[in-house]
């Protein structure tokens, strides 16, 4: 009996030996694939000529490629307006003329020209997610890229 305990002891230690290993694995993996997106939203866009030149047929590619969503932001005044999108409301439709959550903790950042990685929630949905700014010629920011992949 000692030694089934012990047995059983051992391989549940183990077993949360090899998940502590495994969840940073996964975590780093989650933010490669987003940092891949990214990386290929602003690609495809700069390609075309910009962000006024893009329509959905670059953010489908990209999501079909990488998985997940992504969103091209066009910013008008204080608001990012998703110009081409994947993104999905509750009710199923398509995001194309939402703004960005007002409150996302992304805003402050795209604002001060700087990229966003971390959560996002968005319509309801939770992600890994990144956020970089689009920048004119003179350095404003004139829209954002979103890539996320579903936690």
Known sequence: MK???LILSLLATGFFIAIATL???LAIAQADKVKAAMADLRAKVEKLGGPTKADNSVVEAVAKDHGGV????VKTGNEYKRVATTVKKEDGSSAVGTPLDPKSAAIARLNNGEAYY????VFGKSYDAGYEPIKDASGAVIGAYFVGQPK
């Open 3 to 5: 030694r089934r305990s």
């Open 70 to 73: 992504a969103t091209i932001f």
């Open 118 to 121: 971390g959560d996002a929630t």
């Open 23 to 25: 969840i940073p694995d």
